[in-house]
T-cell receptor, first 113, second 113 residues
Framework: NAGVTQTPKFQVLKTGQSMTLQCAQD?????MSWYRQDPGMGLRLIHY???????DQGEVPNGYNVSRSTTEDFPLRLLSAAPSQTSVYFC????????????FGPGTRLTVL | AQSVTQPDIHITVSEGASLELRCNYS??????LFWYVQSPGQGLQLLLK??????LVQGIKGFEAEFKRSQSSFNLRKPSVHWSDAAEYFC???????????FGTGTKLQVIP
């Protein structure tokens, strides 16, 4: 099992550009989540999905879109990048049968100039 | 709403000394509790978890944690710290199902020779 994979590992964008962060999992987990990590802030939930076709907002959703067409994939789209979106982004998957223990990907470090 | 407090932002211990990292949570019912570790530039790895039963749980790398309902605490301990334990540690609480997982802001551990 590869677990949770994320691409790219690093990305530099200019203000106003758009991009998609990719996330995939091969554990057949029904839940998937996107977090951002900023110094001193811990991890904050951006969006999550409880199954294919079902997504919802977390605590910091503005400027991001998600979709979930398959169980395996959960891409995060930045619509018009802003410097405030400079962060490290983590995708995680989980399952109710394991009490929502989060399995994390390796992260994407994004810099917006 | 559930919340997690890690009161210590940064802790320094000598190699071989004992360690206790504090975590307090706020949640009305029985929580599901987790400790994760993040080495520099890496993703988050699960150290241990508490769902029910014995309130003292053992994890990987020689760590343990004790759930104390009366104090709303889930402190992480290790009897003898190794230099490789230098990392950032996150406490998290979940209420199960897809209720979001709430993370603390983290405690950065420095280990000195």
């Amino acid at each position: 099992n590869a677990g949770v994979t994320q691409t790219p590992k690093f990305q530099v964008l200019k203000t106003g550009q758009s991009m998609t962060l990719q996330c995939a999992q091969d554990m057949n987990h029904e839940y998937m989540s996107w977090y951002r990590q900023d110094p001193g802030m811990g991890l904050r939930l951006i969006h999550y999905s409880v199954g294919a076709g079902i997504t919802d907002q977390g605590e910091v959703p503005n400027g991001y879109n998600v979709s979930r067409s398959t169980t395996e994939d959960f891409p995060l789209r930045l619509l018009s990048a802003a410097p405030s979106q400079t962060s490290v982004y983590f995708c995680a998957s989980s399952t109710e049968t394991n009490y929502n223990e989060q399995f994390f990907g390796p992260g994407t470090r994004l810099t917006v100039l | 709403a559930q919340s997690v407090t890690q009161p210590d932002i940064h802790i320094t211990v000598s190699e071989g000394a004992s360690l206790e990292l504090r975590c307090n949570y706020s949640y009305g019912a029985t929580p599901y509790l987790f400790w994760y570790v993040q080495s520099p530039g890496q993703g988050l790895q699960l150290l241990l978890k508490y769902f029910s039963g014995d309130t003292l749980v053992q994890g990987i790398k020689g760590f343990e944690a004790e759930f104390k309902r009366s104090q709303s605490s889930f402190n992480l301990r290790k009897p003898s710290v190794h230099w490789s334990d230098a990392a950032e540690y996150f406490c998290a609480v979940s209420s199960g199902g897809y209720q979001k997982v709430t993370f603390g802001t983290g405690t950065k551990l420095q280990v000195i020779p």
